[in-house]
């Protein structure tokens, strides 16, 4: 499972980055999408399969599922994760 | 000869010249069918994920010896006053798409961390384009962002494997000592550069 996660600030996603990528995580720092939050910033797109704990002991204010693209084009689509 | 029929023989060319070329040949467009011709393993996986990727119909994959021949139709059959828009959109205006010249691994200067952060979330932001550029240029230590160990580096490979051109300049390389470990694309002269700067719209960022 994929999902994105949002931070308060792009500072703190970068250190959410940095502590998940040591603990062994596959993550990777995009753009917020524009579907997610309109203002310019940050977040992480992560593997979270099993290790959805490590995800949240990073403080993110917002989680998100990575749906697949709309069909036609290449940006993906995301749905609030409870 | 079926002359809707295009044949585009990219055997022996290196990488990434056959995904370069069929995208230009199918962005020219003019024919119902282009068959290429290609003696790669890997020039073909990138011809075949181009053909996915810019919607096309692949009628045909068919390997003899050391040579596939890939058969691919632009978009729908039938409809070809409305397929030569949709294969444009999907793989980039045709002529004088843009140049995206890149001068340094971050954009702006006045915080070298902000900075690099930025041109991370650009070259990923390309990858969901559904128009990306024709071409990066990469000169100066924009060279730093193909090399292996770059965070960029996964984000351009996606790019050259839909048929983006990734040129690195041949002098920065050498300047930072970083030829061996150049991760994508290929090596060029400030000649090809000037050229391509010269030949349609190009965006500078650096």
């Known amino acids: 499972m994929r999902l994105l996660a949002t931070y308060p600030s792009s500072s703190s996603a970068l250190r959410a980055e940095h502590r998940l990528k040591a603990s062994g995580l596959a993550?990777?720092?995009?753009?917020?999408?524009r579907q997610v939050r309109s203002n310019c910033g940050f977040c992480l797109l992560v593997d979270a399969g099993g290790s959805l704990e490590s995800l949240r002991a990073t403080g993110p204010d917002g989680l998100w599922r990575v749906l697949d693209p709309e069909p036609g084009t290449r940006r993906r689509r995301y749905e609030p994760y409870p | 000869m079926n002359p809707t029929r295009r044949t585009l023989d990219v055997r022996s060319l290196p990488c990434p010249q056959p995904v370069i070329l069929t995208r230009k040949a199918m962005a020219e467009g003019g024919f119902a069918a282009l068959e290429i011709l290609v003696d790669d393993a890997a020039a073909r996986e990138n011809i075949l994920k181009f053909a996915a990727w810019a919607r096309c119909e692949v009628d045909e994959?068919?390997?003899?010896?050391?040579?596939?021949?890939i058969v691919l139709r632009p978009a729908t059959p039938g409809e070809a006053a409305e397929a030569a828009p949709v294969v444009h959109a999907a793989v980039g205006a045709p002529a004088g798409a843009a140049t995206v010249l890149l001068t340094s691994?971050?954009?702006?200067?006045?915080?070298?961390?902000?900075?690099?952060?930025?041109?991370?979330?650009?070259l990923y932001t390309l990858t969901e384009c559904d128009a990306p550029p024709l071409r990066i240029i990469l000169m100066n230590a924009g060279v730093r962002l193909a090399l292996e160990g770059s965070d960029s580096l996964d984000n351009l490979r996606t790019l050259a494997d839909r048929g983006v051109d990734v040129i690195a300049c041949g002098t920065c390389l050498e300047f930072y000592k970083s030829t061996e470990?150049?991760?994508?694309?290929?090596?060029?002269?400030m000649y090809e550069i000037s050229e391509h700067l010269l030949s349609g719209p190009s965006v500078v960022l650096g």
């Open chain 2, 181 to 189: 470990i150049l991760g994508v694309g290929r090596i060029s002269n």
């Open chain 2, 105 to 122: 691994d971050g954009i702006g200067s006045a915080s070298p961390d902000l900075a690099r952060l930025l041109m991370r979330g650009f």
């Open chain 2, 61 to 69: 994959v068919a390997t003899e010896g050391t040579v596939t021949r």
């Open chain 1, 27 to 33: 993550v990777e720092l995009i753009p917020v999408p």
